[in-house]
């Protein structure tokens, strides 16, 4: 860092929201931190936290001077990273939580256009605030609205490909998609397995029977197999390859009238970096 230990500080505190974390994503240990939090604080000559039990909050002159500051911080790590490294980072990092392929390789598609390097990662929602995000490379791709200050929401598109995968026969024995709900045990991968969306869906498909078999499941071949050999089907929002020669599979849509909407939700890293921007780009394009 070309800055003052103590702005580095006060920022990846603000954008980590604790000591702690800060600590963490500049592998340092947390008394350090907290000096330099303070000894800036004495320069400034205004209170710029309000230290909570469970971490940090920003007072009105703090978040006054983080506004005034991000541009500058964000700046000063690009170019930090250009002169220690000979190159800005190209690098983005995309969190999400189940499905989604087909739009992960359209922005893998536009990342290599871009000559941008894409690292993707699963989503844990719970654990949402422990995502580092030092270079402001962060896209998260996610069904349902997550609550974090260090990201923002970038857009919110209706989510065409959510539905089931089933052996023909079976569809055609059922008279809508709620009796191929009651009548079958569902496959669902663990992050979708954990969702709101299954929560709700079994809640309603439970008004008219008394329970519903849901089993996870995270592997195509095995899921495969069970579709073949049993009453199973798999809920998904993931338009599979492996499914697409199967003469005796088929994939029936999720309606909107019936279910309502399927939201993906795309959020960015707050202070965002350079390399972010075509991605960014692409997204703001969708469905336009």
């Not at 000559?115 to 580092?132: A, C, G, V, Y």
């Not at 959510?162 to 191929?180: C, P, Q, T, W």
């Not at 008004?207 to 050999?229: A, F, G, W």
């Amino acid at each position: 860092m070309f800055l003052s230990r103590k702005f580095e500080a006060f920022m990846t505190v603000v954008e980590n929201g604790s000591l702690s974390k800060a600590a963490k994503v500049m592998n340092r240990t947390t008394p350090p931190i907290a000096k330099s939090i303070k000894d800036f604080e004495c320069t400034i000559g205004k209170k710029l936290f309000k230290r909570e039990k469970f971490g940090m909050r920003l007072t009105n002159e703090g978040t006054a001077l983080y506004h005034d500051l991000k541009n500058l911080y964000q700046q000063e790590k690009e170019i930090t990273k250009k002169y220690l490294t000979s190159h800005i980072t190209n690098t983005i990092n995309i969190y999400y939580d189940w499905g989604k392929e087909k739009i992960l390789s359209e922005i893998f598609k536009v990342a290599e256009t871009n000559n941008i390097h894409t690292n993707i990662f699963r989503l844990n929602s719970e654990s949402i605030n422990d995502i580092p995000d030092y270079y402001g490379n962060i896209l998260i791709l996610t069904s349902e609205k997550i609550i974090c200050e260090r990201f923002s929401l970038l857009k919110e598109v209706q989510d065409f490909d959510f539905g089931i995968y089933a052996r023909k026969d079976i569809i055609n024995k059922s008279e809508d998609v709620m009796s191929l709900l009651h009548e079958n045990i569902w496959l669902c991968n663990p992050a979708l397995f954990k969702s709101q969306f299954i929560r709700s869906l079994e809640e309603r498909v439970t008004n008219n029977v008394s329970k519903v078999n849901i089993r996870q499941i995270d592997n195509t071949t095995c899921c495969l197999k069970s579709i073949h050999t049993g009453r199973y089907i798999c809920i998904t929002n993931s338009m599979m390859d492996d499914f697409d020669g199967d003469s005796k599979i088929a994939f029936l849509h999720f309606t909107k009238e019936i279910f309502g909407k399927n939201n993906l939700y795309f959020y960015k890293s707050k202070s965002h970096s350079s390399v972010l921007n075509k991605i960014i780009n692409y997204i703001e394009n969708l469905n336009q």
